[in-house]
């Protein structure tokens, strides 16, 4: 059966003239969904008990439940959802002073493969549809009782691998009558699939496109990760300038430190070089030690000179 989560409002009113029912049902249904957050047809009063009938025989509503939550000292929750097939996913609820963010999966696994990255160790199952994306989102609202306000796709899987349910998803995420969380609150991170971030240049919407860089030429890149060798440097920039130029949106960089690999003053000036110029900053990550991993954490010495030359040179933000 579909679930009602996977349609956008618009597509949800197509849904309604199709069983032969007026569109503005659709809103209803959606307020129903993300604001009043109900689990089943049964509680959506304003409806007749025909339509839920209705409603019943062509659709489920997707609710996960929780396998396992983690919370950590600083109020971090990490969560484990049961996506009702036998798989589960992650997602994490992490707490600013700006507000509540969470980072969401998009795949059951990835393909991609990075060589620093838990998620490697993840065999690709499937896409997640957007319903499911969305879900994560509704299932810890519920769990805590708290409104997020930042969305973050950095969770297992390739964003822009999924590109279709992920900006579906989006649409209801940042649809004031869905979960209203505006555009530029929402984050999609990507190793550098460069066809889509044009296609997603393209499509006009104002989120925040982080780069998983961690390393300024073409060599030390292929080594972390193989979709360098798909989609090298030189090609990645261009894509990234185009990004900028259509939405005039800031460019965030992420780059993870491993010792003896990208950590030292060379690439820090190689970096700089790389990126003059651009609409952006640099985030400074130290990389954590996955099992059989080959990299492990720069030096502190390393991370603080690294950190000081781009400061030095231009933006950075260290974590
Ligand atoms: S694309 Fe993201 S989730 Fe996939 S392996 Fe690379 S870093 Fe991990």
């Given at each position: 059966?579909?679930?009602?989560?996977?349609?956008?409002?618009?597509?949800?009113?197509?849904?309604?003239?199709?069983?032969?029912?007026?569109?503005?049902?659709?809103?209803?249904?959606?307020?129903?969904?993300?604001?009043?957050?109900?689990?089943?047809?049964?509680?959506?009063?304003?409806?007749?008990?025909?339509?839920?009938?209705?409603?019943?025989?062509?659709?489920?509503?997707?609710?996960?439940g929780i396998i396992k939550k983690q919370e950590s000292k600083d109020g971090t929750k990490k969560y484990l959802f049961d996506t009702l097939d036998g798989n589960a996913i992650?997602?994490?609820?992490?707490?600013?002073?700006?507000?509540?963010?969470?980072?969401?999966?998009?795949?059951?696994?990835?393909?991609?493969?990075?060589?620093?990255?838990?998620?490697?160790?993840?065999?690709?199952?499937?896409?997640?549809?957007?319903?499911?994306?969305?879900?994560?989102?509704?299932?810890?609202?519920?769990?805590?009782?708290?409104?997020?306000?930042?969305?973050v796709f950095m969770g297992i899987g390739e964003p822009l691998d999924n590109y279709d349910n992920v900006i579906n998803a989006i649409h209801i995420i940042n649809n004031p009558k869905g979960l209203n969380i505006g555009a530029r609150h929402i984050s999609i991170s990507t190793s550098g699939l460069v066809p889509k971030i044009y296609?997603?240049?393209?499509?006009?919407?104002?989120?925040?496109?982080?780069?998983?860089?961690?390393?300024?030429?073409?060599?030390?890149?292929?080594?972390?990760?193989?979709?360098?060798?798909?989609?090298?440097?030189?090609?990645?920039?261009?894509?990234?300038?185009?990004?900028?130029?259509?939405?005039?949106?800031?460019?965030?960089?992420?780059?993870?430190?491993?010792?003896?690999?990208?950590?030292?003053?060379?690439?820090?000036?190689?970096?700089?070089?790389?990126?003059?110029?651009?609409?952006?900053?640099?985030?400074?990550?130290?990389?954590?030690?996955?099992?059989?991993?080959?990299?492990?954490?720069?030096?502190?010495?390393?991370?603080?000179?690294?950190?000081?030359?781009?400061?030095?040179?231009?933006?950075?933000?260290?974590?």
């Open positions: 059966m579909k679930n009602i989560k996977d349609y956008n409002l618009e597509e949800l009113k197509q849904e309604l003239i199709d069983i032969g029912e007026k569109k503005f049902r659709a809103e209803q249904i959606f307020k129903w969904l993300y604001v009043e957050k109900i689990k089943s047809f049964d509680e959506m009063t304003n409806l007749s008990l025909e339509l839920r009938e209705k409603l019943k025989e062509q659709y489920t509503i997707c609710n996960f992650e997602t994490v609820l992490m707490q600013y002073h700006y507000g509540y963010s969470i980072c969401v999966s998009s795949q059951i696994g990835c393909k991609m493969g990075c060589k620093f990255c838990a998620s490697t160790g993840i065999k690709f199952a499937r896409n997640l549809t957007s319903g499911e994306i969305v879900e994560q989102i509704l299932a810890v609202e519920q769990d805590t009782g708290i409104k997020i306000s930042n969305v296609q997603l240049a393209d499509e006009n919407i104002q989120c925040t496109l982080s780069i998983s860089l961690h390393a300024s030429n073409n060599k030390k890149r292929s080594e972390m990760m193989p979709v360098n060798n798909s989609y090298p440097i030189e090609e990645l920039m261009k894509a990234c300038k185009y990004y900028i130029e259509k939405t005039n949106r800031r460019i965030s960089f992420e780059y993870a430190l491993a010792k003896d690999s990208n950590d030292n003053l060379e690439d820090a000036k190689e970096l700089t070089k790389l990126l003059k110029g651009m609409l952006c900053h640099v985030n400074l990550i130290p990389i954590n030690k996955i099992e059989n991993g080959v990299y492990t954490k720069a030096t502190n010495t390393n991370i603080l000179n690294f950190r000081d030359f781009l400061n030095e040179h231009r933006n950075c933000c260290y974590y």
